[in-house]
């Protein structure tokens, strides 16, 4: 057993000895230019002729706060998106669609909801939204039935006075 610990430790340290020697002999701007990670950099590259920077890799956390231009912007994509599924669609499938994280997409639907431009039915994750219709809603009224009773005409004040009776004092 101590043979095969000794063999994989020599191994192991002539490993390292070759990356250190590679970064050794490589130009400092070389070292800096490629990100160990993913092979990527930050710096721009040329393709097709054409100077193109890499994006960062989309950060996890709070998002950068939107204008109210840039949200009713998203409300207009999520209302053509959704104007064109007549059937609806759920919050990932509009993800999906307008190339959003939930967390870019939550704001603009509860901007839409709150402005009646679209609708939702269902709840928590099966929830479906529908572009808004513009009929016009009757409310329906419980009438009740009128009774068919003869209307009866006002007593004169003189049958009034005759109705009345006196007030007496034997009590």
Do not use: C
């Not at 002729?49 to 009713?72: C, F, K, T, Y």
């Not at 639907?109 to 808004?132: C, D, H, M, N, P």
């Amino acid at each position: 057993m101590s043979n095969l610990v000794d063999q994989i430790t020599f191994l192991a340290n002539g490993l390292v000895e070759g990356i250190l020697d590679a970064v050794r002999s490589a130009s400092l701007s070389d070292v800096l230019a490629e990100d160990v990670r993913h092979g990527l950099s930050d710096a721009p590259r040329k393709l097709d002729g054409a100077l193109v920077r890499r994006l960062p890799a989309q950060r996890e956390g709070r998002l950068h706060r939107r204008s109210p231009a840039d949200l009713e912007k998203v409300v207009g994509l999520v209302v053509n998106a959704l104007g064109k599924a007549k059937e609806g669609l759920r919050s990932e499938q509009l993800q999906a669609a307008l190339s959003l994280s939930k967390k870019e997409i939550a704001g603009p639907l509860a901007l839409a909801l709150s402005e009646k431009k679209i609708v939702k039915r269902g709840q928590k994750r099966a929830t479906t939204y529908f572009v808004a219709t513009r009929k016009k809603v009757v409310k329906k009224v419980a009438v009740k039935p009128v009774k068919n009773v003869k209307a009866k005409a006002k007593p004169s004040k003189v049958a009034l006075k005759a109705s009345k009776k006196p007030y007496s004092a034997k009590h």
